[in-house]
């Protein structure tokens, strides 16, 4: 399969404890993205890397997140200092033109 | 700000009972408008991107169409399977990458 891949599918966690994400796209693809979605809405947008630059940052990316792209190939979303806030499904897409095609999704709970 | 929003908010229909989802949008500069399908659980699945007023897009059972100001999902003689969140995105002109998603619509197929 070819899609993007995201692990791990599920993540419980304790509050205050520091949390990373691995996304990997769909190769030759060189953006990639990353979103926050609740039950009950949709995607919001955290941020976009083209290759290994970060080139967009949504407001909603407080300090205690990080996102990486180190070689242009996979990323990683660190969420340092969990809050139970933070508890929601993390979205990752990729895409060459205009159409992003979405993983399946990190599923973060926050106790 | 550009927003989408999407009406109903869910929708249940008969097995082979038309209809139409509404998604109405603002944004500085349509570069496309985007739909989505998604299951639960699952990330967004892509559909179709539309362009320009006046255009149209079909696959199997769903068109797409696009105006100045909304953008239309029609379901056609539509399936149990075809049960599902669908999701309206825009991604506005001027150097934006990320997508701005409506809440969805939350459609039921009954057999």
């Known amino acids: 399969d070819t899609g993007v891949s995201q692990d791990p599918r599920h993540k419980i966690t304790k509050r205050g404890q520091n949390v990373t994400f691995r996304c990997d796209p769909i190769?030759?693809?060189?953006?990639l993205y990353w979103y926050r979605q609740t039950l009950g809405q949709g995607p919001e947008f955290l941020t976009y890397?083209?290759?290994?630059?970060?080139?967009?940052k949504s407001r909603l990316l407080s300090d205690r997140f990080s996102a990486e792209r180190p070689k242009g190939s996979f990323s990683t979303l660190e969420i340092q200092r969990t809050e139970q806030g933070d508890s929601a499904m993390y979205l990752c897409?990729?895409?060459?033109?205009?159409?992003?095609?979405f993983g399946p999704g990190t599923r973060l709970t926050v106790l | 700000e550009d927003q989408v929003t999407q009406s109903p908010e869910a929708l249940r229909l008969q097995e082979g009972e038309s209809s139409s989802l509404n998604c109405s949008y603002t944004?500085?500069?349509?570069?496309?408008l985007f739909w989505y399908r998604q299951d639960p659980g699952k990330g967004p699945e892509f559909l179709f991107t539309?362009?320009?007023a006046g255009e149209e897009k079909e696959k199997e059972r769903l068109k797409a169409t696009l105006t100045k100001k909304e953008s239309f999902l029609h379901i056609t003689a539509p399936k149990p399977e075809d049960s599902a969140t669908y999701l309206c995105?825009?991604?506005?002109?001027?150097?934006?990458?990320?997508?701005?998603f409506g809440t969805g619509t939350r459609l039921t197929i009954i057999p």
């Open positions: 190769s030759e693809h060189n953006r």
């Open positions: 890397f083209q290759n290994e630059a970060q080139l967009e």
């Open positions: 995105a825009v991604q506005a002109n001027f150097g934006n990458e990320k997508l701005t």
């Open positions: 539309l362009y320009s």
């Open positions: 897409a990729s895409s060459r033109n205009n159409e992003q095609f």
């Open positions: 944004v500085s500069g349509l570069r496309g």
